[in-house]
Structure formats: C-alpha cells, structure tokens
C-alpha cells in the first residue's frame, strides 16, 4: 500500500512560469514531509521541508504548502528555470518509533522548456 | 560540507557474482540506508542501520544482506546478483538530531 503518492509521473512548465508538484499522502502519523530534487546519475539532494505544525513554508523560490485535512502537500517554484529541471520525490515521516524512515513518493519528473 | 561517499559511481557484474556497495560518511550519523531507486518505482528502502552493528530490514530485503562494522561504514551485499538487480543504488544517512537524510551520488550497477 502506497502511502505517500506523487500521481503526476511527469510535468512540463515554460521557463519564468510556476510549477506545481502535488503529492498526497495516506498515513494521518505522518507529521514531517520533505521535497527532495534529483538529476540524473546523482543522488537526492534535500530541497525544503515542513512540519505538520505548519502549512507554509519558503525557501527563496521554493514554496511547501501542506493541508493536512485534505493529506495533501504541493511544491510550488516561482519562476521555475531550466535548472529545475529534475525528479523530484515527495517524503513523509513520523514521529516515535520508526521516525528513522522516510517514506517516499515515486518521483514527478519536471522539466522546465526553455 | 557533510559527505556520504559511495565507492564506486558505476558497476557491471555477472549473474551469480558476489557483490559489495560500499557506503561511507563522514558526519558521525547513527542511521544509514540503502534505497534503489528504478523508473516508475521511485525510492525503495532495502535495508537500514541505526546503530553500529544494527541492521533492520526495509521494503524489499530479499537478495540483499548488510553489514555495519563501523559507524561511519555501511555495505551492501548483493550475495548473489541477478538481472533484476540491475538498479541505480543509494546510500543516505541521517543524524540523531535530523529529520532529513544525506544522500550519496548513487552507484548504477549492471548485471549481465
């Protein structure tokens, strides 16, 4: 069972416009999500994250909004470049026992035209 | 700048070979995991280290062993390879006071 699921295998966005990566999750212990960016033959690199404590957060272009009714977080990019192109994975996790995993999303591949 | 080093960044194998990924970091991070990551099937966690000598197994452990000696290293072992483990492989660790993980650069292993 998928608990954390990016339904969007792939988008495609003109340069200077927004992008928009949704990802939804199904465990209600979830308390702590994260976007991770990939290139190719590199490893995930840490992106931007929030708390279930908030449902907002910013880093320069990055925005992280989280609607916890609705177990839903979304990534926005303003403007997005061509250097955002790249997968990016959606992760959740909990707090307590078993807070050493981060449960991941299959990844939405986002290319950005230039 | 924090580092997880993965020995090798490409692999070829044979079918029935016995395999080592060697993953290092340099951050003093109690919890270290190893993810392949295949198209369409995202990030899947294999096994995972929270203490040295401490392993757990994840989602899809069946072909793999792992071995901790050290804090600071955590290997993979493909005990006998086969084509279905052909499959980009990372390593990540993540420190006691993080809820996020380092990730290495991967290592593309082929089995023919």
């Known amino acids: 069972d998928q608990q954390v699921k990016q339904n969007s295998p792939s988008l495609s966005v003109q340069e200077g416009r927004i992008s928009i990566l949704n990802c939804d999750y199904t465990n209600s212990m979830f308390d702590y999500f994260l976007w991770y960016k990939k290139y190719p033959a590199e490893g995930p690199t840490f992106l931007i994250s929030?708390?279930?404590?908030?449902d907002k957060n910013e880093d320069g272009r990055f925005t992280v909004f989280l609607n916890k009714s609705a177990k839903h977080l979304s990534l926005h990019i303003v403007p997005s470049q061509p250097g955002d192109s790249a997968v990016y994975f959606c992760a959740a996790s909990k707090s307590g026992a078993g807070s050493y995993q981060l449960t991941f999303g299959k990844g939405t591949k986002l290319s950005v035209i230039p | 700048d924090v580092k997880v080093t993965q020995s090798s960044r490409y692999l070829v194998k044979r079918t029935g070979e016995k395999v080592f990924l060697e993953c290092v970091q340099d951050?003093?991070?109690?919890?270290m995991f190893w993810y392949r990551q295949d198209p369409g099937l995202g990030l899947r966690l294999i096994y995972f280290?929270?203490?040295?000598?401490?392993?757990e197994k994840g989602d899809i452990p069946e072909g793999y062993s792992v071995s901790r000696e050290k804090k600071e290293r955590f290997s993979l072992i493909l005990e006998s390879a086969s084509t279905n483990q052909t499959s980009m492989y990372l390593c990540a660790s993540r420190g006691s006071g993080s809820r996020s993980y380092t990730f290495g650069s991967g290592t593309r292993l082929t089995v023919v």
């Open positions: 929030i708390s279930s404590i908030k």
């Open positions: 280290s929270y203490d040295v000598k401490m392993k």
């Open positions: 951050m003093d991070h109690e919890n």
